[in-house]
Nanobody
Framework: QVQLVESGGGLVQAGGSLRLSCAAP????????IGWFRQTPGKEREFVAA????????YYADSVKGRVTISRDTAKNMVYLHMNSLKFEDTAVYYC????????????????WGQGTQVTVSS
């Protein structure tokens, strides 16, 4: 079992920046793909970005490419989602997830999920 804990959400004005963090207390991310997804009421969970912990290869949704960077800190065993030029439509609950199946974009195949952190972008 892998517990994931997100932090860093909040209220930000359009055009602003935010950094979300994902931790796995007591566990290493070694061997995992760590992804960020977001969800708004009434909509399906949407892929945002992912990183392969082993090697650091990154993946992005087209909707956020150029505005979002996913990164990892191997010393702290943390994954970050840096979001810039935020738009009103980025408002959502953001979830950190992990899987060891080398799955990137399919949320149904991620095994472990955090509780989510709310990001609200005011226009």
């Amino acid at each position: 079992q892998v517990q994931l804990v997100e932090s860093g959400g909040g209220l930000v004005q359009a055009g602003g920046s935010l950094r979300l963090s994902c931790a796995a207390p007591g566990r290493t991310f070694s061997g995992f793909i760590i992804g960020w997804f977001r969800q708004t009421p009434g909509k399906e969970r949407e892929f945002v970005a992912a990183i392969n912990w082993s090697g650091g290869r990154t993946y992005y949704a087209d909707s956020v490419k150029g505005r979002v960077t996913i990164s990892r800190d191997t010393a702290k065993n943390m994954v970050y989602l840096h979001m810039n030029s935020l738009k009103f439509e980025d408002t959502a609950v953001y979830y950190c997830a992990a899987n060891n199946r080398l799955v990137v974009r399919d949320s149904s195949l991620y095994e472990y999920w955090g509780q989510g952190t709310q990001v609200t972008v005011s226009s």
